[in-house]
């Protein structure tokens, strides 16, 4: 089982340009969640999925967008990066009877 | 409101005891993780209570006293690769298994 991926892992975007960062579970998890992790703060929630075919917002959900189209995938797409939007993003999955999240390794985003 | 607190930065000594305290508040309790992340690496689970009491599991342990808002993870036989940061994380009731998180506790480990 590989358990949570993510990819990228590293990736260096100019302000403005888009992209799309994709998490796939295989452990049939129906709650997906993205956070990004920044110096100093906790980890703060940008959207989540509670199942295939819906998402909600988080905490920070400005400037991102997400899609659940298959259970296993979720997906955060940046439109129009900021320089603010440079941080660690972390994807992270539970089943409903799991207590503990997986996480996937990580992707190191920098927009300059 | 929400709000954990945990101190940034603790230092101790190799083969030493060290407890990492987190204090939070927040609306209905359904919870308390505790993880590891260690520098450039993704958080790792360590613990969950949601009972009040101590829950121990090798040389780690974590304690819950919902009264108080108040959680400890207790590491004993520090080794070097014990430093990590030590994320503390409150679930609510209702709320999608979303969590809360503190901003971490760094753990030095000294020789």
């Known amino acids: 089982n590989a358990g949570v991926t993510q990819t990228p892992k590293f990736r260096v975007l100019k302000t403005g340009q888009s992209m799309t960062l994709l998490c796939a579970q295989d452990?049939?998890?129906?709650?997906m969640y993205w956070y990004r992790q920044d110096p100093g703060m906790g980890l703060r929630l940008i959207h989540y999925s509670v199942g295939e075919g819906t998402t909600a917002k988080g905490e920070v959900p400005d400037g991102y967008n997400v899609s659940r189209l298959k259970k296993q995938n979720f997906l955060l797409g940046l439109e129009s990066a900021a320089p603010s939007q440079t941080s660690v993003y972390f994807c992270?999955?539970?089943?409903?009877?799991?207590?503990?999240?997986?996480f996937g390794s990580g992707t190191r985003l920098t927009v300059v | 409101g929400q709000n954990i607190d945990q101190p940034t930065e603790m230092t101790a000594t190799e083969g030493a005891i060290v407890q990492i305290n987190c204090t939070y508040q927040?609306?209905?309790?359904?919870?308390l993780f505790w993880y590891q992340q260690h520098a450039g690496e993704a958080p790792t689970f360590l613990s969950y209570n949601v009972l009040d009491g101590l829950e121990e599991k090798g040389r780690f342990s974590s304690f819950l006293s919902r009264s108080k808002g108040y959680s400890y993870l207790l590491l004993k036989e520090l080794q070097m690769k014990d430093s990590a940061s030590y994320l503390c994380?409150?679930?609510?009731?209702?709320?999608?298994?979303?969590?809360?998180w503190g901003a971490g506790t760094k753990l030095i480990i000294k020789p």
């Open positions: 927040t609306s209905g309790f359904n919870g």
């Open positions: 452990m049939n998890h129906e709650y």
């Open positions: 994380a409150v679930r609510e009731e209702k709320s999608n298994y979303q969590l809360i």
């Open positions: 992270a999955s539970i089943s409903g009877t799991g207590n503990g999240y997986t």
